[in-house]
Each structure stands twice: as C-alpha cells, then as structure tokens.
Antibody
C-alpha cells in the first residue's frame, strides 16, 4: 500500500515562504504516477495546488502559478511544495497525494492521500 | 472557466438511498471522480471514471454521469457513511466541487 507523509513548519508569518515535503513509501515517485498537492482551508472545500509528473514536468493551479513551485527528489523518494509570499488566505491543511493521469482521455484523479499537514499563517 | 456545483447538504435515513449530484455544463463529456472525507481525515477515493470502484470500496457506492449531471449513489446508507463528498473533474486544471455534507438521520 502506498504511504504518503507530509512534513514541514506549521506556523508562518505573512510574506514568508511555505515549504512542505511529502515522503512516499512503497512506491517509487519516478514510476508511472504523478504526484500533487491539495489544500483545504479550515471548514472549506478542497483546492488543487499543483502536480509533478514522473519525468519532472509540473502543472499548477493558475490561481497560484506565480507563487508555487513543486519539485521532486527521486533519491529520497520525496516531492516538495514551495509557496511564496503567504498570507492568511493560505492557511489550510495541505495534503500530498498520488495522481493518476491518463492524458489521452483527460483523466486525472488522486488515489492515495497523506494525512495532511496544517499550516497557519499569522503575524 | 469550468465549474462543478454540488448541493451543500443531503440527508437520508439509515437503510435508504442517498444521491449526491455534481452539475456541470455537458459534464457527460468529462470523467467524474468522487471522494469521501470524514471529519479530521484525508479524502478517500470512492468512485473514479464516473462509476468505477477502487478495491475496498463497498458495492453500495456507485456512480453515473449523464447530460449535465453526475451522481454518486449510496444504497443501504449506514451511519458510517456520514461524511463530506466531493466530485472532481479535469478541465485544463483539476477542479473540485464545493462538497456535499451527507447527514444520516
């Protein structure tokens, strides 16, 4: 069973940079699946942040594109999220997840999720 | 940009059938995926490709997609099905519906 675990600071000040890492077990991130981040503000719905393919290609939610970077470290079997210039609106639980992508049929869905990491932005 | 809309809440008595809808313009042309999220937990995929069930998901969960509406159907609803349910599609970006809170009366 694929296992994902988020890690990173839980408290940031406005204008700082959010950095989270997702450690993946029991599956190589350089194999067939893509990987991604989804966030959920307290009491609200799910919001896709962005994803990275096995070859390292990235694709982001246009609403966050100017501030977000997703990268992968295949040696450590980890991928990371970096979000710059955070504000209170970026406070959320951040989930990492495995993304099944079938480009030919435009199918993209998450089949395994981490437990989530709460990030709070407050001065 | 493409929008999918879910009812905020659905209530159903135990043992009955719950139907949660996901509306979008000509959504039948897209594959719809559904997630269940219980309080304090990560989402779990319950339906993919409109109607396929991942292993471990009970047969009580089924999906359909027609016209402008995709539907998640849960038969013989149990107290443990109480959760938020989200539909999701791809339209140049990954899009989630706003979520539906299923309450078991």
């Amino acid at each position: 069973q694929v296992h994902l675990q988020e890690s990173g600071p839980g408290l940031l000040k406005p204008s700082e940079t959010l950095s989270l890492t997702c450690s993946v077990s029991n599956y190589s991130i350089s194999s067939d699946y893509s990987w991604g981040w989804v966030r959920q503000p307290p009491g609200k719905g799910l919001d896709w942040v962005g994803s990275i393919s096995p070859s390292g290609d990235t694709f982001y939610n246009p609403s966050l594109q100017r501030r977000v970077t997703i990268s992968a470290d295949t040696a450590k079997n980890q991928f990371s999220l970096r979000l710059t210039s955070v504000t209170a609106a970026d406070s959320a639980v951040y989930y990492c997840a495995r993304l099944r992508v079938v480009v030919k049929t435009a199918n993209y869905y998450f089949d395994f999720w981490g437990q989530g990491a709460l990030v709070t932005v407050s001065s | 940009s493409y929008v999918v809309t879910q009812p905020p809440s659905v209530s159903v008595a135990p043992g009955k059938t719950a139907r949660i809808t996901c509306d979008g313009d000509n959504i039948v042309t897209k594959s719809v995926h559904w997630y269940q999220q219980k309080p304090g937990q990560a989402p779990v995929l319950v339906i993919y490709y409109d109607y396929e069930r991942p292993s471990g998901i009970p047969e009580r969960f089924s999906g359909s997609n027609s016209g402008n509406t995709a539907t998640l159907t849960i038969t013989r609803v149990e107290a443990g099905d109480e959760a938020d349910y989200y539909c999701q599609v791809w339209d140049s970006k990954l899009i989630f519906g706003g979520g539906t809170r299923l309450t078991v009366l």
